[in-house]
């Protein structure tokens, strides 16, 4: 059974909402005022609108993301239903979750025509959102009250795992559950899917599961399409390996860039499978380009069966494939040169130039002036600045 | 004060600018009349594009001059909607003085995206009435015609030997300098006509001696250039591809180097290579064909890498 729909909290006081926030939203709703629940994803906006319900007896009449919202669905669905009575006489609460998705062009005028229902509703409207100050809705703030649900607290959170653990007869470390806990900023929702994936295999929680999960699996899956490119020249499959992975097509071509020297050995096999790895990416420079995206068949093609067609004679000996570092050593080299941009930003805008040309053709030179013990006033470099040109 | 010499000896008047005779001769009749159409500026760098545009703005507003101008340089970080925020504001208010347009300066056009540039392009046709632009871009090529055919398209060559010994004389003699006529020929021989790069490395020199001799400028530019070129090219002709490949992003990194500034350099590290001549020959093709490929694609270092691969197969 889905774990999310088992672990919900059906009552009110199972609801991990503040006393007196849950209070000020029964009044709202008993009074039959519009109210906007704002607060972070996964903090019960949505179940406490349930328990709610439950707890007065009120019907739930939801609408939500999946859904379309635009003008005519609000008028159609929305307005009816918050002006007409209920079947068996019981109260009714209608609930927009997650307004953020009737934002962009689907929903077209969607927040008007929903502004004006909050006007006439007999019933109380209670509207979701992780972004309450959002420009887009402020028509609809002006018609509702605003409650602030808060992100979980850690130790709640915890708390709530152990007992799902306890119930389920999971066998765990209390280290694993706290990291979990943590790791999920206070979005339960993902802390128990998190915990109901680990744990499915077979009832038992270990620090190894907790660090290889969603890792482990993709490595799997990119380890058997890079195997199948490097090791075969079986066209038919080689053509839909990175298809059938998880992984999308600028990652799988970093690793086949990063694996491609390791795995072919004789310079020829190398060149060749360098020069289809080199079109590829002309191809994706098309794309990026041109927005052009049947180039992707080409570029899919070149870094895959180009690559595997390279190879003389199959390689035969099995070793294991290393993901890039190349976008880590590229993360590092930014932090590394804040201060160099730094000065080169004061750089360009003395010079008339932009940053990167400042890096290219005049940071040396400044740099070689300021070795040589020199100072160049007019630049309004600070001693940290200077130390690091000095070094 | 001691200031930059970019800036110090940048020319403020048409006259004073060096070695891009015609295009002052026309552009200087324009901006006399008081009305220019919109400007294409294209060429490499440090030829004097942002300098002419400094002037025309100094020479249309004389004093006000910062006030009717706008410069921006389309390659830092900023979406063209950004641009087209400033240029919107710039353009709400009328001019100050008798030119009846404001004048906006885009620095390195070539770097804005198709898009970018068609978003541009309608900008320039809303703003007509009272602003004038004037682009500035290494290759015209890369920008879409549409732009092209809306302005006047001046090209700006390398300086020449001449042109760049004229801008050498005029600051050894404002600067005290001692430089002989090898001296600059050196400084020619090293500068692609790029005027920037001259007054940089006389700049760099002179914070060390004020008698600039050819050794001198060629240390010090061999200073201020990586040489790990070289080592990566060596480590890629043994068969060391992997190591050649670490040490290329490496370096790059280091420098804060592009693609293009790389392969420039490898083109030129291949003669010194102690290898045959006929494989120099098939090594320059490929070094083509990859700084062919850089322009079209989108990763810089995988052609990079795979100009490497060339290295190792044919460099043994």
């Known amino acids: 059974m889905n774990w999310l729909e088992k672990y919900k909290p059906?009552?009110?006081?199972?609801?991990?909402?503040?006393?007196?926030?849950?209070?000020?939203?029964?009044?709202?709703?008993?009074?039959?005022?519009?109210?906007?629940?704002?607060?972070?994803?996964?903090?019960?906006?949505?179940?406490?609108?349930?328990?709610?319900?439950?707890?007065?007896?009120?019907?739930?009449?939801?609408?939500?993301?999946?859904?379309?919202?635009?003008?005519?669905?609000?008028?159609?669905?929305?307005?009816?239903?918050s002006l007409e009575g209920s079947?068996?006489?019981?109260?009714?609460?209608?609930?927009?979750?997650?307004?953020?998705?009737?934002?962009?062009?689907?929903?077209?005028?969607?927040?008007?025509?929903?502004?004006?229902?909050?006007?006439?509703?007999?019933?109380?409207?209670?509207?979701?959102?992780?972004?309450?100050?959002?420009q887009k809705i402020s028509s609809l703030r002006k018609k509702s009250a605003l409650i602030e649900v808060e992100a979980i607290d850690?130790?709640?959170?915890?708390?709530?795992?152990?007992?799902?653990?306890?119930?389920?007869?999971?066998?765990?470390?209390?280290?694993?559950?706290?990291?979990?806990s943590r790791r999920c900023n206070g979005d339960i929702r993902s802390a128990v899917i998190d915990l109901w994936n680990l744990s499915s295999k077979n009832k038992e929680l270990r620090k190894e599961d907790l660090l290889n999960l969603d890792d482990r699996e993709k490595k799997e899956e990119i380890f058997t399409a890079l195997k199948l490119i490097f090791k075969s020249k079986d066209i038919l499959n080689v053509i839909n390996s990175i298809d059938k992975t998880d992984v999308n097509l600028d990652e799988a071509f970093l690793w086949i860039e990063e694996n491609l020297p390791l795995q072919y050995l004789k310079s020829k096999d190398l060149f060749n499978a360098y020069d289809s790895l080199s079109k590829a990416d002309v191809f994706n420079g098309r794309i990026?380009?041109?927005?052009?995206?049947?180039?992707?068949?080409?570029?899919?093609?070149?870094?895959?069966?180009?690559?595997?067609?390279?190879?003389?004679?199959?390689?035969?000996?099995?070793?294991?494939y290393k993901r890039s570092g190349k976008l880590l050593k590229l993360f590092w080299a930014k932090q590394k040169n804040l201060k160099k941009i730094s000065i080169c930003e004061k750089l360009s805008e003395k010079n008339h130039v932009s940053v990167k040309r400042a890096v290219k053709d005049i940071y040396p030179y400044i740099k070689l002036i300021y070795k040589s013990g020199r100072r160049i006033d007019e630049l309004e470099l600070d001693e940290e600045e200077v130390e690091y040109l000095r070094r | 004060m001691?200031?930059?010499?970019?800036?110090?000896?940048?020319?403020?008047?048409?006259?004073?600018?060096?070695?891009?005779?015609?295009?002052?001769?026309?552009?200087?009749?324009?901006?006399?009349?008081?009305?220019?159409?919109?400007?294409?500026?294209?060429?490499?760098?440090?030829?004097?594009?942002?300098?002419?545009?400094?002037?025309?703005?100094?020479?249309?507003?004389?004093?006000?001059?910062?006030e009717n101008f706008l410069e921006m340089n389309a390659?830092?970080?900023?979406?063209?909607?950004?641009?087209?925020?400033?240029?919107?504001?710039?353009?709400?208010?009328?001019?100050?003085?008798?030119?009846?347009?404001?004048?906006?300066?885009?620095?390195?056009?070539?770097?804005?995206?198709?898009?970018?540039?068609?978003?541009?392009?309608?900008?320039?046709?809303?703003?007509?009435?009272?602003?004038?632009?004037?682009?500035?871009?290494?290759?015209?090529?890369?920008?879409?015609?549409?732009?092209?055919?809306?302005c006047s398209v001046f090209r700006f060559r390398p300086l020449d030997k001449e042109g760049i010994k004229n801008v050498v004389e005029k600051i050894k003699k404002e600067e005290n300098l001692t430089i002989n006529e090898k001296t600059i020929d050196a400084l020619f021989d090293i500068s692609d006509g790029d005027v920037r790069r001259v007054i940089n490395i006389l700049q760099s020199c002179a914070s060390l001696n004020k008698i600039i001799t050819e050794d001198l400028v060629y240390s010090l530019v061999s200073a201020a250039r990586p040489k790990e070129v070289?080592?990566?090219?060596?480590?890629?002709?043994?068969?060391?591809?992997?190591?050649?490949?670490?040490?290329?992003?490496?370096?790059?990194?280091?420098?804060?180097?592009?693609?293009?500034?790389?392969?420039?350099?490898?083109?030129?590290?291949?003669?010194?290579?102690?290898?045959?001549?006929e494989k120099k020959l098939i090594l320059i093709e490929k070094c083509g064909e990859t700084e062919f490929r850089m322009v079209e694609g989108s990763d810089e270092f995988l052609q990079l890498e795979s100009l490497l691969a060339a290295f190792s197969l044919y460099g043994r």
């Open chain 1, 288 to 320: 990026l380009r041109w927005q052009y995206f049947r180039f992707l068949v080409y570029r899919n093609f070149f870094m895959t069966v180009g690559v595997a067609l390279a190879k003389d004679e199959k390689y035969m000996s099995y070793n294991s």
């Open chain 1, 154 to 180: 850690t130790l709640e959170i915890f708390k709530i795992l152990k007992k799902i653990c306890e119930n389920e007869e999971i066998i765990y470390d209390e280290g694993v559950l706290k990291e979990l």
């Open chain 2, 2 to 66: 001691q200031r930059i010499w970019t800036e110090k000896h940048r020319p403020q008047t048409f006259r004073e600018v060096l070695g891009q005779d015609k295009i002052i001769e026309r552009v200087e009749a324009m901006t006399k009349n008081k009305n220019i159409p919109n400007l294409l500026f294209a060429g490499p760098a440090g030829v004097g594009k942002s300098t002419v545009a400094l002037v025309i703005a100094k020479e249309l507003f004389g004093e006000k001059w910062k």
């Open chain 1, 10 to 81: 059906r009552k009110i006081n199972e609801v991990l909402v503040s006393k007196d926030k849950i209070k000020s939203l029964k009044k709202f709703v008993l009074e039959r005022k519009a109210v906007i629940l704002n607060g972070p994803t996964g903090s019960g906006k949505t179940s406490l609108v349930y328990a709610l319900a439950d707890e007065l007896n009120y019907d739930v009449f939801e609408v939500n993301a999946s859904d379309q919202r635009n003008k005519n669905n609000i008028n159609i669905i929305v307005r009816p239903s």
């Open chain 2, 75 to 150: 390659s830092d970080d900023r979406g063209i909607d950004t641009i087209r925020g400033i240029i919107k504001d710039f353009s709400r208010t009328r001019a100050i003085g008798d030119v009846p347009f404001k004048l906006i300066f885009l620095d390195e056009c070539d770097s804005l995206t198709k898009e970018a540039q068609q978003a541009l392009r309608r900008t320039m046709e809303n703003y007509t009435d009272n602003v004038r632009f004037i682009l500035s871009c290494n290759y015209s090529s890369k920008l879409i015609d549409p732009i092209q055919s809306r």
């Open chain 1, 87 to 134: 079947i068996f006489g019981k109260g009714r609460i209608i609930l927009i979750d997650d307004i953020e998705g009737l934002s962009g062009t689907k929903d077209r005028g969607g927040v008007q025509a929903l502004a004006s229902v909050l006007g006439e509703s007999k019933w109380p409207i209670i509207i979701t959102t992780t972004d309450g100050y959002n």
């Open chain 2, 230 to 277: 070289k080592e990566v090219l060596e480590l890629a002709v043994s068969g060391n591809f992997v190591n050649s490949r670490d040490k290329l992003l490496d370096t790059m990194l280091k420098h804060g180097l592009s693609g293009l500034d790389m392969i420039k350099q490898i083109q030129k590290e291949i003669l010194n290579l102690n290898i045959k001549d």
